[in-house]
Nanobody, 128 residues
Framework: QVQLVESGGGLVQTGGSLRLTCVGS????????IGWFRQGQGKEREFVAA????????FSGESVKGRFSISRDNAKNLVILIMNNLTPEDTAVYSC?????????????????????WGRGTQVTVSS
C-alpha cells in the first residue's frame, strides 16, 4: 500500500492562506484517489476534499467550498491542498488518505470508510 506524508501546516492569521502537500511512496500513486480530512480538538473527523486518480474530478466539503482547492501531480506523487480565507474554525489536524474504490464514487470518497491508507497529519492553527 502507499505510504503518505503531509506537510505545510502551521500558524496563520484569519484571512490568511496555507498550502498543504501530501507525498506518496511505496506504490503507484495514480492507483489511488487522495482525500483530505481534518479533525479539530473535541470534534469528529470531517471530509475536506478529494481528487480522483488522474486529477480530473474533485469533491469538496460544504464548509470549505470556494475557499479550498485540491490538485495532484502524479509525476511527483504529490497532492496539494490550497486553503484560502482561513478562519479559526479551520483549526485542526489535517490528514491525507488514499483509497481505491472503483469509479471514485462520492459516497465513498467523502467518508473515512473509502480510504485504507492514512498519513499522520499536519497541524493547522488559525488565530483570530
Amino acid at each position: 500500500q502507499v505510504q503518505l506524508v503531509e506537510s505545510g501546516g502551521g500558524l496563520v492569521q484569519t484571512g490568511g492562506s496555507l498550502r498543504l502537500t501530501c507525498v506518496g511512496s511505496g506504490d503507484t500513486f495514480s492507483n489511488y484517489y487522495i482525500g483530505w480530512f481534518r479533525q479539530g480538538q473535541g470534534k469528529e473527523r470531517e471530509f475536506v476534499a478529494a481528487v480522483s486518480y488522474g486529477g480530473a474530478m474533485t469533491f469538496s466539503g460544504e464548509s470549505v467550498k470556494g475557499r479550498f482547492s485540491i490538485s495532484r501531480d502524479n509525476a511527483k506523487n504529490l497532492v496539494i491542498l490550497i486553503m484560502n480565507n482561513l478562519t479559526p474554525e479551520d483549526t485542526a489536524v489535517y490528514s491525507c488518505a488514499a483509497g481505491s474504490t472503483s469509479g471514485f464514487p462520492r459516497t465513498a470518497v467523502t467518508t473515512t470508510s473509502g480510504y485504507n491508507s492514512w498519513g499522520r497529519g499536519t497541524q493547522v492553527t488559525v488565530s483570530s
